[in-house]
């Protein structure tokens, strides 16, 4: 509990320290528009202890973070993350299966930290008016890169006689701290305001190796393991329409100060 106490006062004191870093945005709104947010939703895993192709979402567990969101065009954005959450998996969960008679199980704390590029195919709906500003409902796709920081507390039966004894441990001493993902998926915003942004999203993050339950050998060395999360996102926009220029296309002005019969 006290683990868990630490790791949401380290990610609240992440998204006190966003608007900060912003100041240098803020200093040049016209040029680089941002945003901070929070996400509130679950992880869920995908490894050694599931069935192949599956993910347990029996086993989901809460998920929570906050996010930078800075724009470089109409449509593309990019995102820096910091999620904390668990993930824990169990082969009693899989009953009717061989699993059962294996018996092994795990959690681990997860802090994902990220950088990934989002593109917002209707962002730029939302400022197609000079000193206007448009609702709109959107959908976005992102992929990135990540690192995620574990502590697998895994559980070996000991029953399952001397072919697996020299299995497990070699999974004992292969156990990981971090592990390198790379994040894609994709998202809903919907504006509440000119200001706030609410919204969902869902992503898969394949994990490159096999030890994010900290079993291997013991069981399926063959695949990677993957985890997912996925939840509700509530962002809020730095800068006012009246700041939103890098949005809009001026027009450029015609050589002898007559308006052109051509433009439409």
Not at 23 to 44: C, D, H, R
Request: hydrophobic share 35%; with cysteine.
């Amino acid at each position: 509990m006290k683990q868990y106490y630490s790791s949401i006062l380290f990610v609240l004191l992440f998204a006190a320290y966003f608007p900060l870093c912003a100041q240098t945005t803020l200093a040049n709104p016209y040029k680089f528009p941002s945003e901070v947010g929070i996400l509130v939703g679950a992880s869920t895993y995908a490894g050694d202890i599931v069935k192949n192709g599956d993910y347990d979402l029996g086993a989901s567990c809460f998920n929570f973070g906050a996010f930078y969101r800075l724009y470089s065009s109409n449509n593309l954005s990019w995102r820096f993350s910091l999620n904390q959450g668990k993930l824990k998996g169990d082969d009693l969960d899989w009953e009717g299966t061989d699993r059962v008679g294996r018996g092994f199980s795990f959690t681990t704390p997860l802090t994902e930290l990220a950088a990934r590029a989002e593109f917002d195919f209707m962002n730029h709906k939302r400022w197609s008016v000079a000193n206007g500003f448009q609702k709109k409902f959107s959908l976005y796709l992102y992929a990135g890169a990540g690192l995620s920081l574990i502590k697998p507390n895994t559980f070996f039966n000991p029953n399952l006689g001397d072919r697996y004894d020299a299995l497990i441990a070699e999974d004992e001493q292969n156990q990981r701290s971090a592990v390198f993902t790379i994040p894609f998926g994709g998202g809903i915003k919907i504006d509440l305001n000119e200001r706030w942004t609410i919204g969902g999203e869902v992503g898969l993050n394949p994990v490159f190796n096999d030890y994010l339950d900290g079993i291997s050998q013991s069981a399926n060395p063959e695949y990677n393991d993957w985890y997912s999360v996925g939840g509700i996102t509530l962002s809020y926009r730095l800068q006012s329409v009246l700041d939103r220029r890098f949005f809009i296309k001026d027009k450029k002005p015609v050589s002898g100060g007559t308006a052109s019969t051509s433009e439409k």
